[in-house]
């Protein structure tokens, strides 16, 4: 079975500090993603990335950056997490086939608050 | 606690009953689609897929249907179980994937 696993379940942050989610998939799969999602707004793509090193900006890409220096391992960074971020952040991966299409393999989430 | 699903909206099913969750997708041009199942607390989980050249498809207890002509999609779940309280929501796919916001399944024993 596929597992995506992620850093943390609940973190909570105060406005300013910088925040590193973590996310490792154990599938070798190419393509992994970050999302957030907000009542009533389903899932919104933040970043995705095809292969290590490369990056792609999803919807909304404003206030976060990644990095995906290994291929089993993608990190979302918040250079300075401010309220509006507060959400829940799932990760997931996919394989073959460049883009965002085809089945993704979700993990469990983390969900931040920033106070 | 979860609060994935505050604003959805809701479907209650008695155990062993089917049940049907409907969902509107928005390009016509979209050629795959996927039904997802989240339990409180846990990310999506795949539960079955379609390809548009296809108008129904059939898993373990579940079926998909599309209709193209009126952009519906539908998942039909057979002999409601407790274990099959969630919120179900679709993706369609062109280019990218996109995400509906849900429907939360009650199921009442």
């Known amino acids: 079975d596929v597992k995506v696993t992620q850093s943390s379940r609940y973190l909570v942050k105060r406005t300013g500090e910088k925040v590193f989610l973590e996310c490792v998939q154990d599938?070798?799969?190419?393509?992994m993603f970050w999302y957030r999602q907000d009542p009533g707004l389903g899932l919104r793509l933040i970043y995705f990335s095809y292969d290590v090193k490369m990056k792609e900006k999803g919807d909304i890409p404003e206030g976060y950056s990644v990095s995906r220096e290994k291929k089993e391992r993608f990190s979302l960074i918040l250079e300075s997490a401010s309220t509006n971020q507060t959400s829940m952040y799932l990760c997931a991966s996919s394989g073959p086939g460049i883009g965002t299409g085809s089945e993704q393999y979700f993990g469990p989430g983390t969900r931040l608050t920033v106070t | 606690g979860e609060s994935v699903g505050l604003h959805l909206p809701t479907l209650s099913v008695q155990e062993g009953d089917n049940s049907i969750i409907n969902c509107a997708y928005s390009n016509s041009a979209s050629d795959y689609f996927i039904w997802y199942k989240q339990e409180s607390g846990k990310g999506p989980q795949f539960i079955i897929d379609?390809?548009?050249?296809?108008d129904k498809r059939q898993g373990q207890r579940v079926t998909v249907l599309l209709n193209k002509t009126v952009k519906h999609l539908s998942l039909q779940i057979a002999a409601t179980q407790p274990g099959d309280s969630a919120v179900y929501f679709c993706?369609?796919?062109?280019?990218?994937?996109?995400f509906g916001t849900g429907t939360r399944l009650t199921i009442i024993p």
């Open positions: 599938m070798d799969h190419e393509n």
């Open positions: 993706a369609e796919k062109y280019e990218k994937l996109t």
């Open positions: 379609i390809r548009s050249n296809m």
